[in-house]
């Protein structure tokens, strides 16, 4: 009786810790030093608000509900023709590990010419919560000289926290960022056990000028078979260190060097490493990479292979000197986004031994509440110098621990919605989850 009784009296302290917490945690969101509030009664009232901007916010990753609760002040409408306000939000990762996030506003019919861009950049170590209250911010800040032309900016209150000061920052890092990451996985059941790891380091040191990026890479998977007559344990593993340098030219030209080392059971590698000097160009300006790139890269190295075993060639290492071409393309306009790479590589000693790579992605807005995506890959190689002679056996082959021979690989999908009705789309309710259950 007494075990029941103090058992009763920690959950119920628990439960208590919990609440506070999570009250702390509310409470450190609700006062960030910029507050935009509004009359939410007044502005729920009816599912489309009389006189309030329509915003159609093209966004992938954003949390819609959240935005509608706390952004109530403005008609969402899901066909970006009947908008008043086009909102684009981008991303792009930082040096430090976090997340550039860029919001781009155009005004449309009444608003035209009224445009603006805010970007905001988030640390590793802020929480979802904390980024996605913050993002919601850009987005009330953006959208106020709109809703200021509006009869609902009467309901708008906006302050800031008053022990808000100006402070220099000093980085005693000098931009230099360490990420530290282990994975492991580990299922088991009576005939069968697998153990996976995944670890890896990433050192960077990122400004406008220059760009360095170290990755060390660890990857172990073992799996295990047992039977009644029989216990077999296969394993293979990768291993990989890059290092990246880039020197800023100006704002189309970049110069670099990449350097590749790697080893692979799978691929029969025992150790190979690359160095490829490389200059690129872009079209458009660095500084509007996060709506349109247009990039051309080329490269010129050397690379050397040390196999495990004899390849098809009746060699056990290699050396090449090679280059590679890549084109790249990237846009995202209110019509949709299109990004699509094209590179092409060559080893010099023959320039008919090559591999070329296709890869793209497509979302287009078709027309009024139709969206289609399309995506896919297309990759040729007629040369590969680190495969095994030999024959493969079935176990090898059906659990990929040897690379089979293929001189191509193909892959693709495509996506289409259609979407009709009402243009708002306003309203939260989440009972019930997303209707499973």
Not at 105 to 128: E, H, L, R, W, Y
Not at 168 to 179: H, L, M, S, Y
Not at 371 to 390: A, D, E, H, I, T
Request: charged residues 20%.
């Amino acid at each position: 009786m007494t075990i029941n009784k103090i058992g009763k009296l920690s959950v119920f302290i628990i439960l208590i810790s919990a609440s506070l917490v999570l009250e702390a945690q509310d409470n450190e969101l609700q006062t960030g030093p910029v507050v935009v509030s509004s009359d939410t009664a007044a502005t729920r009232s009816n599912h489309s608000r009389e006189g309030a901007v329509k915003v159609f916010l093209d966004c992938r990753n954003c949390d819609m509900n959240y935005i509608r609760q706390h952004v109530p002040y403005v008609n969402y409408v899901r066909d970006v023709k009947e908008a008043q306000v086009y909102v684009n939000v981008t991303d792009q990762p930082t040096g430090s590990g976090g997340t550039l996030y860029t919001y781009t506003f155009q005004g449309q019919k009444n608003f035209s010419g009224m445009n603006d861009t805010i970007t905001f950049a988030t640390v590793p170590d802020q929480t979802g919560p904390v980024i996605r209250e913050k993002r919601t911010t850009i987005l009330k800040i953006g959208l106020m000289r709109y809703i200021a032309k509006t009869p609902l900016i009467d309901e708008i209150t906006i302050g800031h926290e008053p022990g808000l000061e100006l402070e220099d920052v000093k980085d005693r890092w000098d931009n230099w960022v360490f990420e530290l990451s282990s994975s492991p996985r580990y299922s088991a059941e009576e005939s069968a056990k697998r153990f996976q790891i995944w670890n890896a380091l990433e050192i960077s040191r990122i400004t406008p000028d220059l760009k360095i990026e170290a990755n060390l890479n660890q990857n172990i998977n073992k799996q295990r078979f047992i039977d009644s007559e029989t216990d077999t344990t296969y394993s293979k593993s990768n291993n990989s260190l890059h290092l990246l340098v880039v020197k800023s030219l100006g704002n189309h030209l970049s110069t670099g060097i990449r350097w590749e080392n790697r080893t692979s059971t799978e691929a029969n590698i025992n150790f190979t490493t690359e160095i490829m000097p490389a200059i690129e160009y872009d079209l458009y300006p660095y500084s509007e990479a996060t709506h349109k790139q247009l990039r051309l890269l080329y490269a010129i190295g050397y690379q050397y292979s040390n196999y495990i075993d004899s390849t098809i060639y009746e060699k056990l290492y290699d050396n090449f000197f090679k280059h590679s071409l890549m084109v790249a393309y990237q846009i995202q306009e209110k019509w949709g986004s299109i990004n699509i790479s094209l590179s092409e590589t060559n080893y010099l000693s023959d320039l008919s031994k090559n591999r070329v790579n296709l890869w793209g992605y497509i979302r287009l807005r078709v027309l009024k509440g139709l969206s289609l995506s399309v995506n896919g890959s297309v990759s040729y190689n007629n040369f590969q110098p680190n495969l095994r002679k030999g024959e493969i056996s079935e176990a090898d082959r059906l659990l990929q621990l040897k690379q089979l021979a293929s001189s191509y690989f193909v892959q693709g999908g495509v996506s289409l919605s259609y979407t009709f009705g009402s243009i708002y789309n306003n309203v939260v309710n989440p009972r019930f989850g997303s209707g499973y259950f």
